[in-house]
């Protein structure tokens, strides 16, 4: 009878370890999203954020790239997005289109060199001047 219910023990001790794993698995599956979809696939720190009616464009930097991504305010339906990364003396680069979410994320390789920021949602839109001189 002793040994039996040790057994039944340690059954139930292990049917609770399964369900606490079980448990944590399910909540990782709706935890927050990894860094890198926070920020748009974009790497690097957030250095200036530009807000506007419609949404934001948001800018990276790492030591030797500048990124950018444009965010809507109200994501869902489809609308006119886009987001363009120029460096002093070179060309833009440029992501343009029908989004639900974001534009970009676009990036350029700049060391010391200034850029010039430009992104809409729709009727808005923000630029930056040069910046990151």
Not at 27 to 48: D, E, H, I, S, Y
Not at 85 to 92: D, N, S, T
Not at 99 to 124: D, L, M, Q, S
């Amino acid at each position: 009878m002793l040994l039996r219910s040790r057994a039944r023990g340690r059954w139930a001790a292990g049917l609770w370890v399964f369900a606490g794993a079980l448990w944590l698995s399910v909540a990782g599956l709706f935890a927050a999203p990894p860094a890198q979809a926070a920020t748009g696939g974009c790497p690097g720190r957030l250095v200036k954020a530009l807000p506007f009616s419609t949404g934001e464009v948001r800018i990276y930097r790492t030591r030797t790239q500048v990124c950018a991504v444009t965010v809507a305010r109200e994501p869902g339906r489809r609308r006119a997005m886009a987001v363009s990364i120029q460096p002093r003396g070179g060309v833009p680069v440029r992501d343009a289109g029908r989004f639900t979410r974001y534009a970009g994320p676009v990036t350029v390789h700049v060391i010391n060199r200034c850029v010039y920021v430009k992104g809409g949602v729709a009727a808005g839109s923000a630029d930056s001047g040069w910046i990151l001189c």
